[in-house]
């Protein structure tokens, strides 16, 4: 009776703990698939495609109305970010459901960034009563560097200014480049795009307003075939000239590499063949004709049509403007003039002259003949030339006074600081009123008398009627500051009754010269257009001054450099750029700048400097500036780049280097020397070998060198930088040195099959007992070059208990009390290396009945150069019976491995 009441007492928490067993396997994950590597951004995970995948199946009979699935993101044993069984969201039932990419980010809420590294994704089934339903599954997965620097294609054909025939170019066209280097692992659009140059324009100036004439993308390849470039002959305002370059992109459409992902331009064109097309004659280029002749002007071209056709051409002429020159009157103004003729190569034309020449219009023309077909279209046309009437008796006012270049000294002026401005009037005198207006206008510092008027307003706009004077006050008011000048120029209008300009006086300057312009100081050393050559501006730059007199005030000096961009002249350097070098000075007029230049000059930055010196009262407010002068620094030393650089990962203990250096400048520069200079930011001296070629190596103005080379592997290098030194071929005290980094992605062979070896123990070598399980792991790994062994670290991720029947469920209801480590834990380590790792787990007490063990260990390896490697091994052991001590009678075991590999910063 005692033992059946022991035996009822019992019986209640054998069926809980054989509940609790079962829940565990309410929900199988019979698929998680996790991308081996990932963006550091786990929102962008939603379009990285079969990123995330899970697959979930409910076991047939298992009764669950919700469940909770907790998704965690762990680096080592410590959880970054993800869910608990506190915050995790109920889910709907399911007998089967497939969890997508985004369904799984979705309860990734509190991930936002990953740092580089090595991380595990951990799901796991739990219920309402947050007690797990299923088995947690765990994969690894890597996040790399986001940013990868990559060197932009170059172009390789057609060459920089290599000359087409009109039939070649006409044909099909092949344009190569180099693909981006490092080769990026998304795919690559290589946008290939032709500018067409037209008169006056430069290469860079095309490109920035031209429309593309050909646009052509190609995915992942480096070479593109464009037919028919060239259709015909090239008209004004047209040149035969091109320009091409290639620009690549990621499947966004967004630039991928340095410099916007493009590459440097290059030019090509059409060689020269003989003309076909007419050529003017009469009148000649830049002929002055007189206005009596102007009446009637013969025009005259060479015929060009073949003997026995017919031949149609038409002249047309246009009148330029003030400000035009004549490529643009021909753009943008209508001609005055359209003829065409007929089998005949000459023609006049009457009235192109009518009267004075009166402003918006100038006295000068620009013509052209175009050569027609039989449909009328043109098919070529002559090179414009220019013509201009002079000569015609002006019935302009004419300015008097100031006589033109009339220099004022301030003292001179009325002590109202007034100027009195006096014209001719117009003879005879008309009976209506005639209104005069007067303007002048201040120069600025790097302008002429012409461009002020065209872009500067006014500083003086008056009327008057019928008289020929007028006097201004205020023109000058005290010391002119940068960057205007004390130049003016004036002019005066003649104006009708309704206000329209009729006539314009020829402009005239004056100018008027400082008070004691001995106080402002003046530049002496580097002389106005000094040139130095770049090792002697490395040594630095004296800049020398004339003293200003200040009486009983100790000078005080500002000097200021600015440096030119491509396009600039120096007082749009001094308007928009910053100074490279401000530098105040006292008592002293001379100061040496040091490392004022360390290397070439490089675009869009040009070796061209301007600089002024300020004089400073005690307020340090400016007083006066002295007037500006340039400098050069000759660029014609040596200038080399680093075009591409590549690292191999190891193979058969080499690691095989490719270099590809540029020479920038039009003359020869002298490799001396080449080097591995870092890894990983740590100081090295490693010479490639072989290397091919073995400097020193000459390369050619405007070539490039490709170097080829091993070393020894590094196998613990993630960044290899290269060092190039570089001389003068003639003079070897011009010196420079580039470097460029690769970083290398190559996986760790220590993770491999063949070197990390985790034998699993046969059968008879697991031994179980009442309370335990205990085996000895062998463990074997091989590196080349050899690696230390940090520490060794084993993971109890999965432990499951299957008794016989119900009789053999434990009594013993705290699972805290077994599936572990003997430790208490799920996680053990050994320091350094080792060939044996002793492995205990607990059991539940188990009375005398078969029972099947299954468990699994994730063993992980850290060397010293922090490389992680990691395999889970699969192990089960069947107990039969009374067994105390395990390794006999009918048990059976079996292991099986699943290795992973990792690598990690």
């Known amino acids: 009776m005692k033992k059946l009441k022991l035996l009822l007492l019992c019986l209640p928490f054998c069926l809980l703990a054989n509940g609790q067993a079962g829940q565990l396997n309410q929900i199988n994950i019979p698929t998680f698939t996790v991308k081996n590597t990932l963006p550091g951004t786990v929102d962008s995970w939603v379009s990285t495609p079969a990123a995330l995948i899970l697959v979930a199946q409910k076991v047939p009979g298992a009764r669950i109305k919700e469940t909770l699935l907790v998704l965690q993101i762990r680096s080592g044993s410590a959880m970054i970010c993800g869910t608990t069984v506190a915050t995790a969201r109920p889910i709907d039932p399911f007998d089967v459901r497939t969890f997508n990419t985004a369904d799984l980010v979705g309860m990734l809420t509190n991930c936002h960034e990953l740092k580089e590294g090595t991380y595990t994704i951990c799901a796991q089934f739990f219920n309402l009563d947050k007690i797990a339903i299923s088995r947690e599954v765990c994969k690894d997965f890597k996040v790399e560097p986001a940013n990868v620097e990559y060197a932009p294609p170059t172009l390789i054909t057609p060459e920089s200014e290599k000359k087409f025939s009109p039939a070649q170019l006409e044909g099909p066209v092949t344009f190569r480049w180099t693909p981006l280097v490092p080769k990026p692992r998304e795919p690559v659009t290589y946008r290939l795009r032709v500018w067409q140059l037209m008169q006056g324009q430069t290469g860079t100036q095309a490109m920035r307003t031209n429309t593309p004439l050909i646009q052509k993308d190609v995915d992942n390849l480096t070479q593109a075939t464009v037919s028919s470039i060239l259709t015909g002959p090239c008209r004004p305002p047209y040149l035969c000239d091109f320009i091409w370059n290639v620009q690549a992109l990621n499947r966004a459409g967004k630039p991928m590499g340095n410099n916007n992902g493009t590459s440097e331009p290059y030019t090509f064109g059409i060689t020269e063949e003989n003309s076909k097309c007419p050529a003017n004659t009469l009148p000649q280029d830049k002929k002055e004709i007189l206005p009596a002749d102007a009446k009637a002007i013969t025009f005259k071209w060479t015929n060009t049509a073949t003997a026995g056709q017919a031949a149609t051409y038409r002249l047309r002429v246009w009148q330029l403007m003030q400000g035009q020159n004549g490529t643009q009157a021909m753009r943008t103004n209508n001609p005055i003039v359209t003829r065409e003729a007929r089998n005949v190569n000459e023609i006049s034309i009457n009235s192109i002259y009518t009267g004075p020449c009166r402003p918006p219009y100038l006295c000068d023309f620009i013509w052209v003949v175009d050569m027609m077909d039989a449909s009328g279209a043109v098919t070529c046309s002559s090179e414009p030339t220019t013509f201009k009437i002079t000569g015609e008796t002006s019935k302009c006012p004419a300015n008097t006074m100031p006589e033109n270049r009339a220099q004022y000294n301030p003292k001179e002026l009325q002590i109202d600081k007034s100027i009195k401005f006096r014209w001719t009037a117009l003879v005879p005198k008309p009976r209506e009123p005639v209104t005069y207006r007067l303007k002048v206008w201040q120069l600025m510092q790097g302008q002429n008398g012409t461009a002020a008027m065209r872009t500067n307003n006014p500083i003086v706009t008056k009327d008057v009627v019928d008289i020929s004077e007028a006097t201004v006050s205020g023109i000058y008011t005290g010391p002119c500051r940068p960057p205007y000048l004390c130049d003016f120029i004036w002019a005066v209008d003649m104006m009708d009754a309704s206000g329209a300009v009729t006539c314009s006086s020829e402009p005239t300057t004056f100018k008027i010269t400082e008070e004691e312009p001995a106080k402002c100081p003046a530049n002496a050393l580097p002389e106005d257009k000094k040139e130095f050559r770049l090792a002697d501006a490395k040594q630095g730059i004296t800049f020398k001054w004339t003293k200003a007199s200040t009486a009983g005030e100790a000078p005080a000096y500002r000097l200021k450099v600015w440096q030119l961009m491509q396009g600039q002249n120096g007082t749009q350097a001094m308007k928009t750029n910053n100074p490279i070098v401000t530098r105040e000075v006292r008592n002293a007029n001379e100061v040496t700048i040091s490392s004022f230049l360390t290397g070439p000059c490089k675009p869009p930055y040009l070796c061209d400097f301007i600089w002024a010196v300020e004089m400073m009262d005690a307020s340090g407010r400016s007083t006066c500036t002295s007037e500006p002068a340039v400098f050069k620094i000759a660029n014609n030393d040596i200038d080399i780049q680093i075009d591409s650089f590549n690292v191999e990962c190891c193979k058969d203990g080499k690691q095989n280097i490719y270099l590809k250096i540029k020479n920038n400048l039009a003359t020869p520069v002298k490799i001396t020397q080449i080097k591995i200079d870092k890894i990983n930011g740590v ?223």
């Open 683 to 905: 100081t090295a001296n490693i010479i490639p070998s072989p290397l091919t070629p073995l400097p020193p190596v000459n390369i050619p103005g405007n070539g490039s060198q490709i170097f080829t080379g091993q070393v020894n592997c590094i196998d613990t290098a993630k960044i290899i930088r290269i060092w190039v030194a570089a001389e003068d071929p003639v003079d070897n005290a011009i010196t420079e040195t580039e470097v460029e980094a690769d970083t290398l992605h190559c996986r760790c062979d220590a993770c491999d099959e063949k070197n990390f070896i985790l034998k699993t123990p046969a059968p008879g070598q697991i031994s179980v007992t009442n309370s335990g399980i205990s085996f000895n792991q062998s463990i074997t790994v091989t590196t080349t070059p050899p690696k230390t062994i940090k520490t060794i670290t084993a993971e109890l991720v999965y432990f499951e208990m299957i008794p016989e029947n119900d009789q053999c469920i434990p009594c013993d209801k705290d699972a805290t009390l077994y599936g572990h480590f003997l430790n208490g834990t799920n996680s053990q380590q050994w320091n350094g290396p080792q060939s044996s790792l002793s492995i205990g787990i607990t059991t539940p007490l188990m009375p005398c009945c078969s029972t099947l063990f299954r468990w699994c260990i994730r063993y992980k390896i850290e060397f010293t150069d922090c490389t992680v490697c990691s395999k889970v091994v699969c192990y089960q052991k069947k107990k039969t019976g009374c067994l105390p001590t395990g390794g006999g009678g009918t048990d059976t075991g079996s292991g099986t491995d699943n290795p992973t590999k990792d690598k990690s910063n």
